[in-house]
């Protein structure tokens, strides 16, 4: 089963981080194709890491059932838990290249939500700093630079973090973060943020930037 983390999360100082990968930066990988046969591929949980890839529980939306019965190359179906006439929850082996990434770093693990679409793969990652680094070092060697990075308001409340910011990106951040614009689903915009603020849109904008490319490059 997996090996959860012995110690608390503030001991730990584990951080979130969002990966999008573009279908476009991921076409040469064997999930590409997943889309077209599943809409929407969910992760749900994990319950094993194994030398063989990551066996958990997925989500699937599909046109019709008899998609289940395929071979996707990015997962194989173990077992159909339960189904509708367009969706099941299932037990899969995710064995492609980025989840056997996973399978090898214990300190970084998926949760909620990560899924593949039409839109692309986003992955919603927990673990610790080196963990992080190592995962988005591996995924640039997969994928170039097609994919990108945002870090959850978790990571970004970090006083590690903070202190990297200037006083004005640091107020601008807080109180983005504050007003939920980093919650999912974003709570607020840029302009609610700008007005709360009285400053323009344009320099919450500016300082939003400023500091999300400080935190990001801190943790190559």
Not at 62 to 87: C, D, W
Not at 120 to 149: A, H, Q
Not at 155 to 160: A, G, W
Request: proline letters at 5%; a neutral charge.
């Amino acid at each position: 089963m997996v090996k959860m983390p012995s110690k608390v999360d503030n001991d730990l100082n584990l951080r979130y981080m969002q990966v999008v990968i573009s279908l476009e930066a991921g076409s040469s990988l064997p999930g590409a194709r997943v889309p077209h046969s599943f809409p929407v591929c969910e992760f749900i949980t994990l319950l094993e890491r194994t030398e063989k890839g990551l066996l958990c529980y997925l989500r699937l939306e599909f046109a019709s059932p008899q998609e289940l019965q395929g071979n996707y190359g990015g997962f194989e179906i173990l077992e159909v838990i339960s189904r509708t006439s367009h969706s099941a929850l299932v037990k899969a082996l995710a064995g492609g290249p980025i989840s056997m990434i996973f399978c090898k770093h214990e300190d970084a693990w998926w949760i909620s939500p990560t899924l593949m679409s039409h839109n692309g793969f986003k992955m919603t990652i927990r673990g610790t700093k080196d963990g992080l680094r190592r995962i988005r070092s591996e995924l640039s060697l997969l994928v170039g630079n097609g994919f990108s990075v945002k870090l959850g308001s978790e990571s970004l409340q970090s006083p590690e973090f903070s202190d990297l910011l200037p006083e004005k990106q640091r107020l601008v951040l807080d109180k983005a973060i504050e007003m939920g614009y980093y919650s999912r689903p974003r709570g607020c915009t840029q302009r609610d943020v700008a007005e709360a603020m009285n400053i323009k849109q344009a320099t919450v904008s500016e300082h939003l930037q400023s500091a999300e490319s400080k935190i990001i490059h801190s943790i190559r």
